[in-house]
């Protein structure tokens, strides 16, 4: 499955952005979907992540109530919508794709990656 990331920008602090990303290739109906995100000089972290289903959810606790994950199967896009934005979001926000199983926060368990997408949060 191919991933294409996309929504990222410059934002002053308390703003709001959408990310997208869109598959292809296969149905993202089958796969476990996360974001990470990676700061310059920093190792990549988890952020939030959506079962197959979008039963289950679950989300960095930095984010946590500021971020929102969904997914639209139909349209083979998972989103993450984020608000409140804070400089310390600043990143490449990258998503993710596993088969389906039990979530997990792990960058290694993920299969498929997209390209990444800059957020800038000025203060």
């Known amino acids: 499955v191919q991933l294409q990331a996309s929504g990222g920008g410059l934002v002053q602090a308390g703003g709001s952005l959408r990310l997208s990303c869109a598959a292809s290739g296969r149905t993202l109906s089958n796969y476990d979907m996360a974001w990470f995100r990676q700061a310059p000089g920093k190792e990549r972290e988890f952020v939030a992540t959506?079962?197959?289903?979008?039963?289950?959810?679950y989300y960095r606790v930095s984010v946590k109530g500021r971020f929102t994950i969904s997914r639209d199967n139909a349209k083979n896009t998972v989103f993450l919508q984020m608000n409140n934005l804070k400089p310390e979001d600043t990143a490449v926000y990258y998503c993710?794709?596993?088969?389906?199983?039990?979530?997990?926060?792990?960058?290694?368990?993920?299969?498929?990656w997209g390209q990444g997408t800059q957020v800038t949060v000025s203060s």
């Open positions: 993710a794709a596993r088969n389906s199983g039990s979530i997990s926060l792990w960058s290694y368990a993920y299969n498929y």
């Open positions: 959506i079962s197959a289903s979008g039963g289950n959810t």
